[in-house]
């Protein structure tokens, strides 16, 4: 599963782990994406597949910590399933809704004294 890929089928780049001068440039891949598209009831749809981690989850939350709140686990290479568990999800929230603004990034910068 690449980004390319995310991206044909309508997620994303969420978050990234940039913004750390210690991490690799394999790090500051996204791994965590959000549909383009909430909705009809307003509900966002996640997928996330964390770096090193051969499987993708999909979520109604950014980082969900509980099994329960996980709709789909699955292995990268399972495109089928995917596809399918997304359609099911617009299915059962009323279908798609409006398009999310992007996500803009929150870049930390210092304060800078003027003199």
């Known amino acids: 599963m690449t980004e390319n890929y995310l991206q044909s089928i309508g997620f994303e780049p969420f978050a990234r782990t940039e913004g750390n001068s210690r991490l690799t440039a394999a790090d500051s891949i996204a791994w965590r994406y959000r549909h383009a598209h909430a909705a009809q ?3 966002h749809l996640y997928a996330e597949h964390p770096l090193g ?47 999310i603004a992007q996500n803009s990034a929150n ?9």
Do not use: K
Request: some cysteine; charged content about 20%; overall charge negative.
């Open 53 to 99: 981690i051969a499987r993708c989850r999909l979520s109604t939350l950014p980082a969900p910590l509980d099994q329960h709140d996980v709709l789909l686990d699955t292995g990268l290479d399972d495109h089928a399933a995917l596809e399918a568990a997304i359609s099911s999800f617009f299915t059962t929230h009323g279908g798609i809704g409006t398009l």
């Open 107 to 115: 870049t930390y910068r210092p304060y800078r004294r003027q003199e």
């Open 41 to 43: 009831d307003g509900t």
